[in-house]
């Protein structure tokens, strides 16, 4: 370590460590909503406790971004990066590019009148930790990149410049009527306004000030105006939710180019912050195909490729951290693509159902439920026959939902017909919406037949299969299946002998 060349981020990296935690504060918003709600409903008394908490914050954010950057030294080995963070906790991280799983070169807005950007790295680590260089050169970030994707050393930047790049395979750019539908499919503002919705209620706004707002300037609104206002204004909400997600997704994915080098796959877009997202085929853990209710009218789809990413084992989890994105494709592009993934065509996968003992637990739930929630509704709310009415209709939407989703379920084993080695399991779900899991079935890492009493019973049980980039399982198989695949998988997973990461 002593023979390292370690080197300082320059002094406009202290923009990234300032940002860096004003978005902490962002993710974790939500958690504080409830203390400043409980604050401003103590009264105007009280509104210096605020005060003095955003002012003492500011002032540690910025304290704390300065050292950040005074404390961040990286070094370049031919076979490694090495990283050294933190003020008061020391960190020293060693990055082999053999087991770096991702590398992204971000060009942030406020690096890019200095011609600098960032790194972005995952490794192979237990914590599945990101790793982010500031402030590095666009050669030598490409340099570095490149180094971890092709896993060889080239020790001078000459020699890697010098090297000949792969040819070409596939160019595809996304004009900007497709990256429109992206902004009409996404979802993340409606989550966010799902998220604000109840801690906003509880500041009382609407009583402090909209209703007293709506009193004083429109009082001359009979009660039908008033109904078709308050509706014009809950669509108004939902068109400004739609625009606002289309403007996000023009400066996110502006003038999106997906290009193939071989076993590369690589996106780069962006209006103010260019992004440079690059992965290797043998790197992948899952794919995964989203067609949302909107995505499905427009004939579209979402396409994600997931490396490797440590997550807790529940079924049905999905790799965290920054993943390879394909925000829209249709369906022509999407054949293709699937293709080059070397995942077989919809046409080539034979869907299985689950038992309609699925159904059961479901139902003898509800079926419990209801007739007390009804009960309820009769007797203590004192709604009578129309408190029974609205638990049946109620008991009706539900189990029609339960029925779909279990119809709309599937999973299969497939091999493709591009490449015989190429091995699948694929998981679909979603009642609205059309989702595919795709995982590698020799990345496989643990296999688990679960019975509880309930299960035994029936002579059923539950198949949980663990990746790395999350977790499925397949419910209510004969325990004797179960068994059988939990045998023959473990038998044909232990002797394959490729690359797994």
Known sequence: MADLNWQRTPLITIAF?????LKQLVSNFSNLVPVFAAIFVGGKNSIWIPIALVSVYILWVIVSAILNQRFFLYAIDDDAVHVRSGVFNRQHLTLKYERIQQA??????YFRPFKLTILSVDSAGAAGKEVQIPGLTMALATELRQ????????????QATSSAEPEVDLQK???TSEIIRAGIIDNKLFVLLAVLAYPMSQLDLLEDYVVPWVEANLGWLNTEQAWLLTAAAVVGVLALLFVA?????????????LTLHGDRFQARSGALSIRTLSFRYPKLQAVFVRRNLRARLLKRASVRVSQLRPVAPQAGGQAGGQQFHLPVVDGSFLHEFRRRLRLPQADQVHWQRLSNLALLGPSLWLAVLFPIGAAILYFAAELGVWGLLGSVALWLIVQTLVVLSWRNYGYSFVTSSTDPSEQWFVVKRGIFSRNENWYPRHKVQ?????????LRLLGFSHLLLYTAAGAESIRYLPAEQGQQLQQDWVSEIGQKHRRWM
């Open 245 to 257: 997600a289309i403007v996000v997704s023009l400066l996110t994915y502006h003038d999106l180019t």
């Open 446 to 454: 643990q296999i688990d037949v679960v019975q509880g009493p309930w």
């Open 147 to 158: 180094r971890m994707l092709a896993q060889t050393t080239k020790p001078t930047t000459e």
């Open 173 to 175: 750019s996304f004009p």
């Open 104 to 109: 992204e070169v971000h060009e942030a807005w």
């Open 17 to 21: 460590f300032l940002l860096k935690q």
